[in-house]
């Protein structure tokens, strides 16, 4: 092997690999650097989706190749959006380019890229010129529908009957890295199937095959583990407020102890730790003194080690990262602000019909029955990030994968977290939603209690426990002269059904009704409380 004539080239190679999940190509990416070139690598974005903070990913990385001494070209890939199941309207991608290209400069600002060092280019300007249709039409005739199909898998959206369309788009994909005329192509690792398409296929037709550098992909902060738009608490938009950021973060999926797939963390390895090292700054997780004290971190290693060992709890970890979150889209708020003709135009406010007129109030006497009483299963708890008595919990009650609630529960005091986790319960589900501490609350979960003497307090709090075999969905059955479940139930009419509801002498649960005792059931059985002769709220 020649002697290298570069002696930088490890720690170019070093940079330009750092953090990625994957990369192919690495003996030419390696050849090269040895021989003192500087790789061209594009990074390209179809211009549909509403740029989020997931963004700051590549950013970051784009940051790692210029400092390796790479020449970096963003595609603002217009006419690819057109082409995944027509996306947006042409005139609409219009504007939704010039808002990428607004947005996605004032990020690389944010990470203290040089805008002068790279090339910004947009489909449009070279993908309808004669030499760039008559490669496609070349690579055309030497795939197959299943080549593109499959290559596409991951990235375009599938549908049973496709678009021509869509299978164009992997070979437009791949075109694009000899047309730009780079070394190396770099995206999310869910471009794997169109890279290694690219490398099969570009010297079918006479040309090289490129160096291919894969992002990992940075999980949401829902349970789903995906930033989606159709999930607006999975991800952090450019023009949520400082209220919205904490909101996300206090209600985001976080296992104590569990490091995979946690989105918090994932932020903080691949965005907000290459903020801290470059301003040289510790991570400080703020805690109160009768907690342990505040946590300082020097590194994103030492973090991840002490939540795997929970040491470091997800309700101390939500607001310090959800602080670190709100220093890097303020100044990206603002300039959005400034510019909200951009934004109107790229993704303007669908007009809604008129809301229909309220309904009005039940007229019927409240009942057991006018409450929307389900089982649920608490699928996720976790103290509450702003009070210390209560617990915020991820509930299914059978509404659909993603669609569980979450609801705030005083019962720290009375029932331990571990015997809360995968627990049956019984869930009033039309409740109007009730912000506490910061925490939106779609619900309330029933429990039996004890009061003290004067009534103001709680002595002993137990759950109300589904029968056996219960499963979330169930609901309650009630005589039929109760009535049906209020559309939303209100605070009124729900005390004076309270005031009717106990555990008898054998722990069952009941409702109080013309001198009669009615149980709590379901088609599985009736529902009880370790608690006997208590009240039930």
């Known amino acids: 092997m020649e002697p290298s004539t570069n002696p930088a080239w490890e720690e170019q190679f070093h940079l330009m690999t750092r953090d990625l999940e994957e990369w192919v190509g690495e003996e030419e990416l390696k050849a090269m650097l040895k021989e003192g070139k500087h790789p061209k690598i594009y990074w390209g974005t179809a211009t549909t989706g509403k740029p989020h903070f997931g963004y700051f990913v590549p950013m970051s990385k784009i940051a790692d190749f210029l400092q390796a001494g790479c020449e970096v ?7 690819h959006g057109f082409l995944d199941n027509m996306k947006s309207s042409w005139e609409l991608l219009k504007h939704r380019t010039a808002y990428y290209e607004f947005i996605i400069k004032e990020m690389l600002k944010v990470c203290n890229v040089p805008l002068d060092k790279l090339k910004f280019v947009r489909g449009t300007e070279y993908q309808l010129g ?35 369309s869509s299978l164009l788009y992997p070979i437009l994909q791949a075109l694009d890295e000899e047309h730009l005329g780079v070394d190396c192509q770099f995206g999310g690792v869910d471009q794997r199937k169109i890279f290694m398409f690219a490398r099969e296929h570009l010297p079918r037709i006479g040309y090289k095959k490129r160096i291919h550098l894969m992002n990992p992909l940075v999980p949401g902060l829902g349970k789903s583990g995906k930033m989606s ?16 950021i904490a909101d996300k973060f206090s209600q985001a999926y976080s296992v104590d102890g569990q490091v995979q797939g946690n989105g918090i963390l994932a932020m903080l390895k691949y965005v907000v730790f290459r903020r801290l090292e470059s301003a040289k700054r510790a991570f400080v997780v703020k805690r109160d003194a009768k907690w342990g004290g505040d946590l300082v971190f020097n590194s994103y290693k030492e973090i991840e080690e002490a939540f795997a060992a929970k040491t470091l709890a997800s309700v101390d970890l939500k607001p310090a990262v959800a602080a670190e979150i709100m220093q890097l889209v303020k100044p990206l708020r603002d300039a959005i602000n400034k510019h909200t003709d951009l ?28 409450f929307d009483v389900v089982v649920g299963k608490i699928v996720h708890v976790e103290r509450h990030p702003n009070a210390d008595s209560l617990y915020v919990e991820k509930i299914d009650i059978g509404e659909g994968e993603g669609k569980e609630r979450t609801i705030i529960s005083g019962l720290v005091n009375f029932v331990p977290i571990e015997q809360m986790q995968n627990r049956l319960v019984l869930v009033i589900a039309n409740l109007p939603v009730k912000t506490m501490r910061g925490v939106a609350s779609q619900g309330m979960v029933f429990a039996a209690s004890h009061k003290s003497e004067d009534g103001k307090t709680s002595t002993a709090v137990a759950l109300v426990d589904p029968p056996a075999g219960s499963k979330p969905g169930d609901r309650l059955q009630w005589p039929a002269e109760l009535g049906v479940a209020d559309p939303e139930l209100s605070s009124k009419r729900m005390e004076r059904v309270l005031k009717k509801l106990k555990t008898n002498d054998a722990g069952v649960a009941v409702f109080e009704h013309k001198g009669a005792e009615l149980p709590f059931t379901t088609a599985a059985g009736v529902c009880t409380s370790t608690l006997k002769n208590g009240s039930v709220s």
């Open 343 to 370: 934004l109107n135009a790229a993704y303007p406010v669908e007009k809604k019909e008129a809301a229909p007129a309220p309904k009005a109030a039940p007229t019927t006497e409240a009942t057991i029955a006018s």
């Open 73 to 79: 070209t963003i595609l603002f890939a217009d006419l």
């Open 229 to 244: 738009s159709s999930e607006p608490l999975s991800k952090v938009d450019f023009d949520d407020d400082d209220k919205a």
């Open 130 to 164: 004669e030499k760039y249709t008559l490669d496609m039409y070349k690579m055309a005739a030497s795939v197959t529908t299943e080549h593109t199909t499959k290559a596409g898998a991951e990235v375009v959206k599938q549908v049973k009957n496709p678009l021509m």
